[in-house]
């Protein structure tokens, strides 16, 4: 007989959960801080509240992470949740489970153990950099692309650039040609003869062409201006010289097609 109980009386049992120990600092501060509703943009539950999300990598490491571990060492904090066997579910973001991490369940915290032989995993599965070399080589070969599609781009532009610049200049030497042509009426005059000698020149090619004759269009002008230019006085050959100089076989060809739309339109 027990002399400090009176008889009859029980002896006093032990509280229940007194000499448990509680969960490591590390999960509960893990929990308090997924938990946070205020958080939900940087971290959260999933859906159906089975593993958590970290959604803002740059704020959880710099915000967070100080806030609760006194550190922002993001891959430290990974190594962590898989001493715990937390593991990744997801390979194209950063959301991790483990069975008794489950939202409104804090009091299984108590049945995650720490491994006692860690054997660090695969890097795949919390090394950043491992995620970034693995993001390289399309990186790389995007950046190849935009190069090519940037060359392409600079070749298109020179080539609109100088079609640009021949423009201007044939624009110029129609201005010219027109400013003379005002002028001076000889010039018109010896225009239209030109003209008149360019046509029937082309009709002689075109019937020379259906005979096999071997004259070329060059030729045939060249000799023309040679007998035409024996006939005319230093005036004319001064302006017929400025005919020569400024008008090409590319305005010849546009004045004459010119020429035959207004025909056909009269």
Known sequence: MNPFFPEGDSLPQPMEGLHEVGPPPFLTKTFEMVDDPNTDHIVSWNRGGTSFV???????????????????????????????????????????????????????LKNIKRRSSFTSPSPSSYDPCFELRKERQPLMMELVSLRQQQQATRCYIRALEQRIQGAEKKQRQMMSFLARA?????????????????????????????????????????????????????????DHFVVESELDDGFWEELLSNESLASTSS
């Open 54 to 108: 970290v959604w803002d990598l740059n704020s959880f490491s710099t915000i967070l992470l100080p806030r609760h571990f006194k550190h922002s060492n993001f891959s430290s904090f990974i190594r962590q949740l898989n001493t715990y066997g937390f593991r990744k579910i997801e390979a194209e973001r950063w959301e991790f489970a483990n069975e008794g991490f489950l939202v409104g369940q804090r009091q299984l």
């Open 182 to 238: 005002m002028q001076s009426p000889t010039f018109l005059l010896q225009l239209l003869k030109q003209r008149d000698k360019r046509i029937k020149e082309l009709e002689d090619e075109a019937a020379n062409k259906e005979r096999g004759s071997s004259m070329s269009e060059l030729e045939a002008l060249a000799l023309e201006m040679q007998g035409y230019g024996k006939q005319r006085n230093m005036k004319e050959e001064e």
